[in-house]
């Protein structure tokens, strides 16, 4: 409990400097929401006048406070750039998407990943090994977007299998999440083979096959059970990026997620859904980050004591 304790007390910190370092550089950026409205024939004392009624006006550290003090009401304020309409409602419209594929990839990722690196490990040096290490290191290069067109080239438009894009439908879920999940799968399956590997070299594997015990017990009490570490604290920052890095395939796929809405907001400087959105992806990666912890403590109590 008291290691549960310490990491929740360091990642508040961290997602505090992620608002104001995300705050400041948007302030700081050339412009402000209501500059593409001299384009439309505002004038400029009206601009002036909402510049003033949202604060815009005031010194950048007034701003920022003004802002975090409305942050720990729960106020996220409003889009300046979808007719004021609240940002919270914007939010909430754009996560489920993009957790969904996040979640749905790093899982089928994570198992697609641990099932062939331990296959690759139990027949190193064999075919099978060789060509699963092949396999691993072209979509561990191969670019998402890239894939991402294939998958359309030849499951949408050449095989008719399924739709090219589009939200709302269990089928328009299927080939973002195997885009997504590729990638991490290649880089669970290196970590997981070289971690097996290892430990099956180890001096106490070969004294329990010594002793007659059966592949099956050498496996689940050794093997596994030591060689998942290292696979499992990796699983950690490779979910949070697979959730927090979808924006090409929510560009390609049509998916109206949140890592897509934050890249949206950047041009018509809608900072307020812009801080929103960065503070909910990092949020996410801060959480899934001290599941893994947690879980690595539960696996092994020895790292209780780091940190």
């Known amino acids: 409990m008291n290691f549960v304790l310490r990491r929740i007390l360091f990642f508040i910190p961290a997602l505090l400097g992620v608002v104001i370092v995300t705050f400041i550089i948007g302030r700081l950026a050339p412009g402000d929401p209501f500059q593409q409205l001299i384009g439309l024939g505002v004038d400029n004392e009206t601009i002036a006048e909402l510049r003033h009624h949202y604060g815009f006006d005031q010194p950048l550290w007034l701003q920022l406070f003004t802002y975090l003090g409305n942050l720990a009401q729960g106020d996220l304020g409003i889009s300046f750039a979808k007719a004021n309409m609240r940002v919270v409602d914007i939010i909430q419209m754009s996560i489920g998407p993009t957790l969904l594929v996040g979640v749905l990839s790093i899982t089928l990722g994570s198992l697609m990943g641990v099932w062939f690196g331990l296959w690759s490990a139990l027949r190193r040096g064999k075919l099978a090994d060789k060509v699963i290490t092949a396999a691993v290191s ?24 399924l739709p ?34 290892e430990v099956l070299r180890q001096e106490y594997v070969t004294v329990a096959r010594a002793k007659g015990l059966s592949p099956f017990h050498i496996m689940r009490w050794h093997v ?17 990026r697979s959730i927090t890095g979808l924006f090409f395939v929510e560009r390609i796929f049509g998916i109206p997620g949140l890592t897509s809405l934050t890249i949206d907001s950047i041009p018509s400087r809608d900072y307020s859904v812009i801080q929103a959105s960065t503070l909910m992806l990092a949020t996410i990666f801060i959480i899934i980050n001290l599941l893994v912890d947690i879980l690595n403590t539960m696996i092994d109590p020895r790292t209780r004591s780091i940190g």
């Open 138 to 161: 072209f979509f561990g290069a191969m670019p998402g977007f890239v894939l991402s067109y294939f998958m359309i080239w030849g499951m949408a438009v050449g095989l008719k299998w």
């Open 164 to 197: 090219p894009g589009g939200w709302g439908k269990p089928e328009n879920i299927i080939m973002p999440v195997i885009v997504a999940a590729l990638a991490p799968a290649a880089f669970v399956a290196r970590v997981c083979r070289s971690s097996m590997v």
């Open 224 to 240: 596994l059970k030591n060689g998942f570490i290292p696979v499992i604290t990796v699983i950690g920052p490779l979910a949070g």
